[in-house]
């Protein structure tokens, strides 16, 4: 049995409850990456798939109610986190097993797990880009390459300790009416969990953003901002921008090049592919009516191709595949399901 959507919070809903484990893989390779799942032991399957949320980070909780291998090879542009819940499992990443399944697995990592037939785990997906800007507003530019974090999360670290507990509150705050009436609200605790796991995990530019919170940026940089928030969906030009930050457009310009390591026009298409990603998710969910094209001309993108191609460039898949993540099909390229 599949029970798509629900009330409540973005995203939010048993997605999959039942025995049917080909089922299950299609809608976890689809909310996921396509993989190999393979049933270990001889009891029926009693898979539990739930979408907690999701919008710039996605939090789901699976089990599948058998001991299982799942093997998804090199991960796409995403953070892998795993914080078990109950029963016991082994996470491997580059041909090495690690010493808990408390976990981060990196974007282009080689990643397998096996999981005992116990096993519920909350998985906490962080977007390559999602973490990308949070380190380009502490840092003042964009990394060249996606940060490796180290794989285990120790809970005797005090920091990592009260970074669990605020995914722990995430979830109980993603199930609340609250998190439905407060976009704002949701918006902030996704930042809160992004930018408390650079300060908790040890990764490679620890020290570059030791205690360094946002950059203060300069008045009319966030006037500009502000701006392109508050009127996405209407055709602002760069002038129009500058106007409302009250600077030149060389001025402006020059703001965002030193401050945010873009350009106004850059930096308003963010503004707006997260908008449309925020669509697509909603229709994908149940939660909206439209299509690919629909999304794309309410946000300004008039040319489709180009639309597709950012698109895929920031979010690490098209728009259609975002669209189909509703289907209960996986996307193209998983493997099926192996049993026995």
């Known amino acids: 049995m599949v029970v798509m959507g629900g009330a409540g919070g973005a995203g939010r809903g048993l997605l999959f409850r039942g025995s049917d484990v080909e089922e299950l893989h299609a809608l976890v390779s689809a909310r996921f990456a396509p993989h190999r799942l393979t049933v270990l032991d001889e009891h029926p399957v009693d898979g539990r798939f739930r979408c907690v949320h999701e919008g710039g980070v996605a939090l789901y909780e699976l089990g599948y109610g058998a001991e299982v291998d799942v093997t998804p090879g090199e991960l796409p542009e995403f953070y892998n986190i795993h914080v078990p819940l109950a029963g016991d499992g082994v996470v491997t990443a580059d041909g090495v097993a690690l010493a808990s399944a408390l976990s981060v697995v990196n974007p282009g990592q080689r990643l397998s797990m096996r999981w005992s037939g116990e096993t519920l785990n ?49 979830a109980e705050f993603a199930d609340s009416e609250l998190a439905a009436r407060s976009p704002l609200g949701v918006g902030h605790f996704e930042q809160l969990l992004v930018n408390g796991l650079l300060d908790a995990q040890p990764h490679m530019l620890s020290d570059a953003v030791a205690g360094r919170g946002p950059a203060v940026l300069p008045s009319a940089v966030r006037r500009a901002a502000d701006f392109c928030a508050e009127h996405a969906h209407e055709p602002i030009s760069v002038a129009d921008m500058a106007v409302a930050a009250r600077v030149s457009v060389r001025s402006l310009r020059e703001g ?49 191709g180009r639309f597709t191609g950012h698109y895929r460039q920031v979010y690490g898949e098209t728009p259609s595949q975002t669209l189909r993540r509703g289907s209960g099909y996986p996307q193209k390229g998983a493997v099926s399901v192996v049993s026995g």
Not at 139 to 161: I, Q
Not at 275 to 301: P, S
């Open 256 to 304: 965002f090049r030193v401050h945010l390591a873009t350009t106004p026009l850059a930096y308003l298409r963010r503004v707006r592919l997260d908008l449309a990603r925020r669509d697509l998710l909603a229709i994908a969910d149940g939660h909206g009516l439209g299509t690919v094209t629909d999304v794309a001309l309410q946000w300004g993108f008039a040319h489709l």
């Open 122 to 170: 909350r998985v906490l997906i962080v977007p390559r880009a999602t973490l990308d800007r949070a380190l380009a507003v502490r840092l003042g530019e964009l990394p060249s390459a996606p940060v490796r974090f180290a794989p285990v999360l120790d809970p005797r670290v005090g920091v990592v300790r009260a970074w669990l507990r605020v995914v722990r509150a995430f």
